[in-house]
């Protein structure tokens, strides 16, 4: 993977070519997170258009939480990627966090945003991101003790829970986030969860606290290859 910077007037360029390696992407954000906010850097444009294969639904969640880390001071972040490989996962998880990443199809589009001064409007896809269902927070409840107490959980629009933590600088750690655990509800469990009354839901989902502890068993936080624990519940 190689990357080369230029200074435009008014942003930060960065464009990143070759087979995609997700370690050196999240080094690289860190390393442009400090040069910017150095520099007095207000706006960022990433182009991945030359990147080749694609980033693991791991790789985007720590994409955006890295982002949130080290570019929170940016008041624009844009980044372009292939058509065929748009998910929105790391731009979700950044913006469900304020940070104000976009991303698109088009340079130019990419661009026209970043230097557009409009104030941004708040986005139902992001809040959807911030706000956890009943289902899913009545989960959390109820295993959120085996995560660290600054673990996040966060509902990605496919229904899926990913949860993860700041490592706060463990000498083993490569990564400033822990390996993300997803969580998965089968469509019985979320039914079930999503008619229960308030008290029938908290029982239901106490109950799934063995399964996820179970699923916990061998996961390492600090694993150097971006991977994600997927538990299945229900």
Known sequence: ??????????????TVTGPIDVPPLLHLIQRLGDFTRESGDTRLLFDLLGMEGEVPFTGQIQTGEQVVLSMS??????????????????EKVARAQGV???????????????????????????????????????????????FPPNAQAIQLPNGTLAISWPLDGAP???????????????????????HADEEQRERIAVRQEAVLRAGLMGYDPLTPVPQARVIVLG
């Open 73 to 90: 001071h940016l008041q624009r972040i844009a980044s372009v990627v292939p058509r065929d490989r748009l998910t929105r996962t790391s």
């Open 100 to 146: 104000k990443l976009q991303i698109f199809v088009s340079r130019p589009a990419a661009v026209g945003w970043l230097l557009d001064d409009a104030p941004l409007a708040p986005e139902s896809s992001a809040l959807d991101v911030i706000r956890l269902g009943p289902a899913h927070e009545a989960i959390w409840d109820a295993t959120r003790h085996l």
């Open 1 to 14: 993977m190689q990357f080369e910077i230029a200074r435009r007037a008014d942003f930060v360029d960065v």
């Open 172 to 194: 083993q750690g490569v990564h400033e986030m822990a390996a993300p655990v997803t969580v998965r509800l089968e469509p019985e469990l979320l039914q079930h969860l999503q």
